[in-house]
């Protein structure tokens, strides 16, 4: 049972956030870090709203690299620990910005990792936000039941679920909805990453999954849930965020930047 001075304070601190989004996906690798981050822009920069990304994937925080902050650490002040900011109405608070360097592993077992989940969304001075992204994990494991204990009585706006293309195949997105109905986290939609591929060099576009192409979009209706969009593979984009560059300051006319534009007004 949960301490409920913390819960109070969780509370506390959400009365300022509108929406609550949890960012989920069956596997690791099909771009939920990516795709978080990059919603947060949107939103911040396209839509004049404030946005904060909390990355909770313990184990592999990839939010400040990037959002373009790795090597930048939170400072506490009066009020909590302050996140960093990209720009007026954009922050990051994520585990990564907590280590000595970026290389560190982080090797947390359970409780420790259900403490700092607690100390994110209890003494973080998030502000007052729009939105608030939280980047987890992948698959259904401890923190996912941790954030929806906590998130679940502070009106969770719920969850949006990542997924490939390839990853349609192997049933993991199917784990996700489940554990979505089972703890009753509202299911905001689907977002079928890398559904597409344009080479760079000739400009034609491939499927590369090609005979799982569209089958998020099949799988949404097959579950009752809203399909949010396709994201196209785009190699720019990794290296954009490998080298945590604005994506959308460098390609803002990219048929990908639309994609992404496209994906928000669907949320
Ligand atoms: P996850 O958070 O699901 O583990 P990441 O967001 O870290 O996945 O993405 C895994 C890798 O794939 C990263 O190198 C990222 O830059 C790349 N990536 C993700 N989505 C795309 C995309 N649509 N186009 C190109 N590269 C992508």
Redesign the pocket.
Known sequence: VEDPKIMVGIQERMLNVKHKILVL?GK????????TSMIARVFAQDLAKNVAVMDI?IC?P?APR?MGVEGETVHQSGSGWSPVYIGENLSVMSVGLLLASPDDAVIWRGPKKNGLIKQFLSEVDWGSLDYLLM?TP?GTSDEHLSIAQYMLPCQLTGAII?TSPQEISLLDVRKEINFCRKVNIPIIGIVE??SWFVCPKCRKESEIFLATTGGARQMASEFNLPFLGQ?????R??QA??EGIDFFEEYSDSA?ASAFIQLVKEI
């Open positions: 996906s690791g690798g099909v771009g939920k870090s990516t795709l994937d592999g990839s990037i980047d992948p990542v990453n890398m994201i196209p593979l785009d190699h984009l990794t965020c490998d990908t």
